[in-house]
């Protein structure tokens, strides 16, 4: 195994033994024990869920938290819940993914270039970590940014992911100079320069929400991996 995916895998190890937040996780077993009655045959997950993808990346993808039956059941971000239906399809177009579907952890899916990550590890009542929730998960994300070294686009999936991610700049910044805060402003395919040259691409998020609504559609989502593509440099 590649020194890279070793320290990826040791810090995903070490995610998914976190104990940060004893309420979230009480949250997440117990939706685990319990289960919706559509999965009441599943295994749940019902931990943090650890991040995904291709140790030499140079695109991440970046969502807000685990959903309580999606991620938190499969164990794989955007795996099993309709946010993963809508994006899936849109990566394996843009050529970052192996397939179109994807349902479980054993599913035979690959990703070529992109990581995916969130800003939050479990699963939140009602979609909404507490901002003490993203403070406990932040150390991880920093971690995570580190030990990328090919990582040159960061696609933000949300306000949440989007000022989660400023956050890290702002803690990582040391002596290079960032814009003033209030400059970064979120809207959908806009684009910033961050610190230790990364790019920041900002996106809706692809919960049914959005996507139901036509806030969110495919072509506009498919434009935002192809532009992380291209600033990458990939192919």
């Not at 990346?57 to 955007?78: C, E, I, K, Q």
């Not at 400023?166 to 960032?178: I, V």
């Not at 959005?210 to 990458?232: C, H, Y």
Request: charged content about 20%; glycine content about 8%.
């Amino acid at each position: 195994m590649p020194r890279g995916a070793k320290a990826l895998q040791i810090l995903n190890d070490e995610i998914v033994a976190c104990n940060r937040c004893p309420e979230l996780r009480s949250y997440c077993a117990e939706v685990a024990r319990v289960r919706r009655r559509a999965y009441a045959d599943h295994e749940y997950w019902g931990k943090p869920v650890p991040s995904f993808g291709d140790p030499a990346a140079s695109v991440m993808a970046l969502g807000l938290a685990p959903g309580a039956h999606g991620s938190n059941r499969t164990g794989r971000p955007f795996t099993g819940d309709g946010s993963g239906d809508f994006m899936f399809p849109v990566l394996h177009e843009a050529g970052f993914a192996s397939q179109p579907n994807s349902t479980s952890r054993n599913d035979g899916m690959k990703l070529s270039g992109l990581w995916i990550s969130a800003v939050v590890r479990c699963a939140p009542p009602t979609n909404k970590p507490t901002p003490q929730e993203q403070r406990n998960c932040a150390p991880w994300l920093d971690r995570e940014i580190d030990t990328l070294p090919n990582l040159r686009v960061v696609v933000c999936l949300g306000k949440i992911a989007f000022d989660g991610l400023l956050a890290w700049a702002q803690r990582t910044a040391g002596s290079e100079t960032m814009q003033p805060r209030a400059t970064f402003v979120f809207a959908h395919g806009a684009e910033y320069a961050l610190p230790r040259g990364l790019t920041v691409i900002a996106s809706y998020h692809p919960s049914l929400q959005n996507t139901n609504t036509g806030k969110l559609t495919r072509p506009m989502f498919l434009a935002v991996f192809r532009r992380a593509r291209q600033i990458a440099g990939l192919r």
